[in-house]
Structures are given as C-alpha cells and as structure tokens.
C-alpha cells in the first residue's frame, strides 16, 4: 500500500476529530492486518472506488461511539440509538470525504460509497488489500482505523 493512500485518510481522521471533540487525538503505534476484522464494536464501513479502490474502517467501542455522538449532537445520549447511529455515520463521511477529496488533490480521482455502521465485535470484513491499523486515542476512547487500499489496475485490452 502506497503511503500517498495512507496520509490522507490520517490527516482527515485527526483534522475531523480535532474540530468534533475540540482536542487534537494521538496516534498509537501501527500494525498491518492481513485479514481485516474488528475487535470493536462499533464499526463505520466505508468503500473508495476510482484510481483508488479498497475499504476503511473505523471502529470503537459502544461507550466511545457514544460519547462521540453526544459531542457531534450536543447532548448526552443514554443509548446507541438511530440518532447517534447516524453521528457516527457522518463522522465516518466527514472523515472519508475529506480523505477522497486529498486524494483527488494529489491526482487519484476516488469517490466514496454510503457508509454502513456495522455493530458487533469481531466482524470479518473481506477486503482487496491488507489493512494497516492506526489506533487513535481521543478525549472520546480509542479509535482504530483500519486502511485496505490499493491503486486501481487498468483493464486488460
């Protein structure tokens, strides 16, 4: 996986989060996942289609994603209801959105597809590349998120 992949989702993530949670978040230590998967429980699924193709995904836990939701909503929430699912699914298109529109920047035209939050731990997510984590840790929780891209190869002919 190409480094020009890699930055603009980091740079989005940590931009996005600073300005949500109004701290700026740390990053862990990477690791590189052959078989994605997420050992959270809260897991925003976006896909990037174009010059660019492959899944990112961004997990936390149930008390993380809430806290996060209440932030972005402005008030305590006392579940992981179907509006603070969709705080967490613009934070994921916030995040995404912004990294495709780096991307497009830098000469790789990508689009994004709608996100889905998946709920659950240990979820196997089939991807095209191997992932390489990125553990965020923020005011909220942690974050890990979970980078599967690789440049599109041209059809034969």
């Known amino acids: 996986m190409k480094i020009e992949f890699i930055e603009p989702f980091l740079?989005?993530?940590f931009e996005v989060l600073e300005q949500v949670l109004e701290e700026r978040p740390e990053r862990g230590q990477l690791s590189m996942r052959n078989a994605t998967f997420t050992s959270q429980q809260v897991t925003i699924v976006h896909g990037v289609v174009g010059m660019v193709e492959g899944s990112v995904l961004y997990g936390m836990s149930l008390v993380t994603a809430e806290k996060i939701a209440s932030i972005m909503i402005g008030r305590p929430l006392m579940s992981f209801d179907d509006l603070a699912n969709s705080a967490i699914s613009e934070l994921g298109d916030m995040v995404t959105g912004n990294a495709a529109t780096y991307l497009s920047n830098a000469g790789y035209q990508c689009n994004i597809t709608p996100p889905s939050v998946m709920r659950g731990a240990n979820l196997r997510i089939s991807t095209i590349a191997p992932a390489l984590v990125v553990p965020v840790n923020t005011v909220a929780g942690r974050l890990e998120?979970?980078?599967?891209?690789?440049e599109?190869?041209?059809p034969a002919g």
Do not use: G, M, P
């Not at 998120?145 to 690789?150: S, Y």
């Open 152 to 154: 599109r190869k041209s």
């Open 145 to 150: 998120i979970n980078i599967a891209l690789q």
């Open 11 to 13: 740079r989005a993530a």
